[in-house]
């Protein structure tokens, strides 16, 4: 789709009930084509009171260009299960609540079950059933929260973030967790450089990943942060600034 336009302006769905189980205001619902490949060059949604994209089992995703910056806004913004996605250059406004369990209603007797992160957030990538990657690259994110991923499957999952501005205003700004209890798959991070994140909680979370730029070697291949900001002088960060654990791998932050 070279420029793709949606206005919707339906009442939004009770928090108490998770989207994707009755939602009525979805921009875009893409679900069960995992061979499919859907590209958004220039993508703008407006006012999708629940949420501007929900791809399920989805194959691959791509919103946004160098060339055009797409612009969305939602409840939600960009929700991925079970999808690859890469965005680029897309500016995303979601709303401001932040309520566990309640973004997207996962499959009966998924591991996920009502995912435990969730609310209304700019970006959110879980995987359960095979491996899936998320690439956010020169984008503006904006919501309760800023970008969560999250892997309770048996396959890995990689992220990779570079040159955003993420701000979050009732919850983390950056949300990578690798479900242990759940998951044997790994979350790699392959990338994580020049980011700058304000967040009214936690700035940036990593639980249970691996930092390598290159999982497909045998090495380690560190990942440069390059510059990370995290809050600034009159907008702090509301808790810990940067929060690691269980992590391994290399990751290098210059200033």
């Known amino acids: 789709f070279a420029e793709f336009d949606i206005t919707n302006t339906s009442i939004a769905t009770p928090l108490t009930t998770p989207i994707a189980s009755g939602a009525t205001a979805v921009g875009i619902d893409l679900n069960d084509s995992p061979n499919a490949t859907f590209t958004f060059t220039d993508l703008d949604i407006a006012s999708a009171a629940d949420a501007a994209m929900i791809a399920r089992n989805a194959g691959t995703v791509s919103v946004g260009s160098a060339s055009s910056l797409s612009e969305i806004s939602g409840g939600t913004g960009l929700t991925f299960l079970d999808t690859d996605a890469t965005i680029n250059n897309v500016s995303i406004t979601a709303g401001n609540t932040v309520d566990p369990g309640l973004i997207i209603a996962s499959p009966a007797g998924s591991a996920l079950g009502n995912l435990p992160i969730g609310g209304q957030g700019g970006i959110l990538l879980a995987t359960e059933n095979g491996p899936n990657a998320l690439t956010v690259e020169n984008s503006q994110i904006a919501g ?84 990370l900001a995290l809050g600034s002088a009159t907008s702090r960060i509301g808790a810990t600034g940067l929060d690691l654990g269980g992590v391994s791998g290399s990751l290098t932050i210059t200033t």
């Open 144 to 227: 309760g929260g800023g970008i969560f991923a999250l892997n309770a499957g048996t396959d890995d999952q990689q992220v990779a973030l570079n040159n955003n501005t993420i701000t979050a205003t009732n919850g983390p700004g950056v949300l990578v967790m690798n479900d242990r209890t759940a998951a044997t798959g790994e979350t790699y991070v392959t990338a994580f450089s020049n980011n700058s994140i304000t967040a009214t909680d936690i700035g940036a979370l990593f639980e249970s990943v691996v930092f390598d730029a290159d999982p497909a070697t045998m090495a380690i291949d560190d990942v440069a942060a390059g510059t």
